[in-house]
């Protein structure tokens, strides 16, 4: 019988070097880089696939004009008004129309062909933000034309955000949802960073105007990047099948559909406190930057920036979360740690302590929003993307509500206590949410079948 003997001792009996050969030392860098162990090249192989890969360039350029648009259209808009209560407004405005819009194109989505859904909002998008753009060169922009093009962005926002997401795990499957999420995700939270930063500098280089046409050729490159990408096999043959019954008959059973599976109608529930009591301090970033800690729109771009490193921060651990209930735990407690950090950020006064705070409520609402994605496209069959996609939309349908709740807290209690009773109430309902549903503890739903990526 052949002793086993330590494997020092193996190695130096045999002569071998011990320290690690060229290609286990590659492997161990390549694990470093692959995000907490999970490989770079798993993490990237979604981009393998050509229509996934320019799916995602497009989305790249979009995110980096929508994380542009909300600090400058906030600037311009309080600039023109002088009133925080109509800067909150304005980012109800923007979701106004999802909750129309976003279950309706779902439902077209599962329909129609998803591919030109989306370069329909986009190249509206150019339109209405050139248009606003030439005003305000021209010295006749006004705070109504602000309200029409956020309103026109949060319903070009509802007819593509179902079709894009649908189109994701189109593209690469259920077994590599969290993948491409992450993927998305990353590009979001780059974009979220510079185009923060860009928007504060341009701002402050030179002003208002140039920097919304600046957000204008931004919106350009996001629509002319659609160009090249085309309708997987699965989206064609699923879009012409659906169109025997009515939009209403899809809307209705993708509801039933979502109702009978706890653990989705428990994400969108969280979804719905989230929208309407959490989020809406995105807009107020400009007051806080301004009337609170007094750092101009150079610190409004940090802030934006801050937010956007701490979501890039949890792609360091995103990845690695690929059973159910630890995606589910880290929905729940992403969302709760941005509640906490909300708080403690309508609170504070030092500008290096609001950063930090902005660092972790960036990582929990990147928790939020990429775990929500990914438990829901995991659990959906593929002819209920779409539709799932667009209820997930009517979720944050529920922002104009909550904007209009908090613009009228921000005129009687001032934006600091509006957003900190509002992030307090948020994170209590979120954990009732969660220890009354089953939310936690469900088992995954079996997942549909779809071609492996070679």
């Not at 770079?40 to 995110?63: C, G, K, M, Y």
């Not at 005003?135 to 007819?159: C, H, K, M, P, R």
């Not at 600046?214 to 996001?222: N, T």
Request: hydrophobic residues 55%.
């Amino acid at each position: 019988m052949r002793r086993l003997e330590p494997r020092e001792a193996r190695r130096g009996r045999s002569g071998d070097d011990p320290s690690p050969s060229p290609r286990r030392r590659w492997s161990r860098r390549a694990q470093i880089a692959g995000l907490l162990g999970t490989p770079a090249t798993d993490i990237l192989q979604p981009l393998r696939l050509r229509p996934f890969r320019w799916l995602w360039l497009s989305t790249v350029a979009w995110n980096f004009a929508r994380w542009m648009e909300l600090p400058i259209t906030g600037w311009i808009a309080l600039e023109l008004t002088g009133s925080p209560a109509q800067v909150a407004l304005l980012g109800g405005t923007r979701t106004a129309f999802l909750p129309l819009a976003g279950p309706i194109s779902g439902a077209l989505a599962d329909r129609v062909d998803r591919v030109h859904l989306l370069k329909l909002a986009q190249w509206g998008n150019v339109l209405v933000i050139g248009a606003v753009a030439a005003s305000l060169l021209a010295g006749t922009g006004a705070y109504w034309q602000l309200l029409l093009a956020s309103l026109w962005l949060g319903a070009s926002w509802g007819i593509d955000w179902p079709s894009r997401r649908a189109l994701v795990a189109d593209t690469v499957g259920p077994d590599h949802v969290l993948q491409a999420v992450v993927l998305e995700s990353a590009s979001q939270n780059a974009s979220r960073i510079v185009g923060a930063l860009l928007a504060g500098v341009l701002l402050a280089a030179w002003g208002g105007p140039a920097a919304y046409a600046v957000l204008a050729l931004s919106f350009l490159m996001a629509a002319a990047a659609l160009v090249r990408v085309t309708t997987p096999a699965t989206d064609a043959a699923g879009t012409r099948g659906a169109g025997r019954r009515s939009v209403w008959r899809e809307l209705a059973a993708g509801f039933a559909y979502v109702r009978r599976d706890p653990v989705i109608w428990a994400v969108l529930l969280i979804g719905v406190l989230m929208d309407a009591l959490l989020l809406p301090y995105q807009q107020l970033l400009s007051v806080f930057a301004d009337q609170v800690l007094a750092v101009g729109p150079v610190g409004l771009g940090y802030m934006g920036a801050a937010t956007g490193a701490g979501a890039a921060a949890g792609l360091l651990v995103f990845p690695s979360l690929r059973r159910p209930r630890r995606q589910g735990w880290a929905y729940v407690g992403g969302s709760c740690l941005a509640c906490a950090a909300v708080l403690l950020f309508a609170v504070s006064r030092w500008f290096p302590a609001s950063l930090a705070l902005l660092l972790l409520i960036g990582f929990g609402t990147a928790a939020f929003g990429t775990m929500q994605t990914t438990i829901i496209l995991s659990r959906v069959s593929p002819a209920m993307r779409g539709r799932a996609m667009g209820l997930q939309a009517l979720t944050i349908g529920s922002a104009p509500l909550g904007a209009l709740e908090v613009s009228l807290l921000v005129e009687r209690l001032g934006a600091p206590l509006a957003v900190g009773v509002n992030a307090a109430v948020c994170g209590a309902l979120i954990t009732l949410v969660a220890l009354r549903s089953r939310f936690l503890h469900v088992a995954p739903a079996p997942s549909a079948a779809h071609p492996s990526i070679v």
